[in-house]
């Protein structure tokens, strides 16, 4: 079992930044792709970002692309998504995911194992 717990959310005006991060304490860290979604009520979990086991290797959603950066920390076993010029429809719950494969994917079923959520609201 992987435990995922993010943090890092909050309240930001339109334009403005936050940084995510996800902990976890397994040791398997380094050999798992991770992943970033977002969800709002009434609509589906979507794919935000992902990034392989080794860090090499990074995908976005392209509402997201150029904004917003996903990085991996293997040595503390931690994940990060920088948000920078973040907009009223970035409003979201932001959700952790971890895969059981290094290589990382776009799809919400590639991913074993999901975090509580952080809420993130932007404000127009």
């Known amino acids: 079992q992987v435990h995922l717990i993010e943090s890092g959310g909050g309240l930001v005006q339109a334009g403005g930044s936050l940084r995510l991060s996800c902990a976890t304490s397994?040791?398997?860290?380094?050999?798992?792709?991770m992943g970033w979604f977002r969800q709002v009520p009434g609509k589906e979990r979507e794919f935000v970002g992902s990034i392989s086991g080794s860090g090499t290797t990074e995908y976005y959603a392209d509402s997201v692309k150029g904004r917003f950066t996903i990085s991996r920390d293997n040595a503390t076993n931690t994940l990060y998504l920088q948000m920078n010029r973040l907009e009223p429809e970035d409003t979201a719950i932001y959700y952790c995911a971890a895969r059981s494969f290094t290589y990382p994917s776009k799809t919400r079923a590639a991913f074993d194992y999901w975090g509580q959520g952080t809420q993130v609201t932007v404000s127009s």
């Open positions: 397994t040791r398997t860290f380094g050999n798992r792709a």
